[in-house]
């Protein structure tokens, strides 16, 4: 179980957002933990894998409690991170950037790992947030099972509400382990989408924070 602040309220605010924006999930909001460990059951016996052996009789529990809390926990906005703001005192006024944010999230298609690095930016106006913030949203909407353009959407448009302004950039940098592990099995391909808000659409922003987040740079 993860451990940190949550703020659903807040959590149904960004649901609503991205709700009327046409970018949240497909889903109902209903998350069983029962059928959830039912549903291991039965495929680890369409396996043909008896569930009365030692080593996997709780593994329907097991994985249940992963989905639920771990690897799918971002589909429930009651676990949607706390934000801390302070009050941008100093004036700063140029881009706040978090490079090489790493994630792991999971292919809706295959249901398999999808691993890589989020690059955010936002320009501050009174507020600025706590660092980690920017984190804790990548993960959230990670934590899905997903497709890389809607994760960079859903992340770019939460932080957009969040932070109070359109001058936010994501990039997601990824590897789709459906592309590595299965299929056409190239080991090679990095998967890269992004989206730019306000200040950031202006080709001289988006050529500095490409540069800036190019590795070794700054
Ligand atoms: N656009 C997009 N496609 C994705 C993402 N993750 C996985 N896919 C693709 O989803 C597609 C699913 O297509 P299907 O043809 O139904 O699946 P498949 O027969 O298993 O396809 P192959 O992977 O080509 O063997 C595949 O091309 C995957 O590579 C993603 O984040 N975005
Ligand atoms: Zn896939």
Known sequence: MKTYEKDPALGNKVAQ???????????NGNIDNNLVQQSIATLLSGLGIPLDDESIAKTPERVARFFVNELFYGLNYANFPKMTFNHNKYGYSEPVIAKNISFKSTCEHHLVTISGEAFVAYIPGNQVVGLSKLNRVVDFFARRPQVQERATLQIFRALQFLLETEDVAVLIKATHHCITMRGVSDHNVENITYQFGGQFSNPEMKRNFLELIKDNQA
């Open 17 to 27: 957002h991205l709700k009327i924006l046409g970018i949240d999930n497909p889903v």
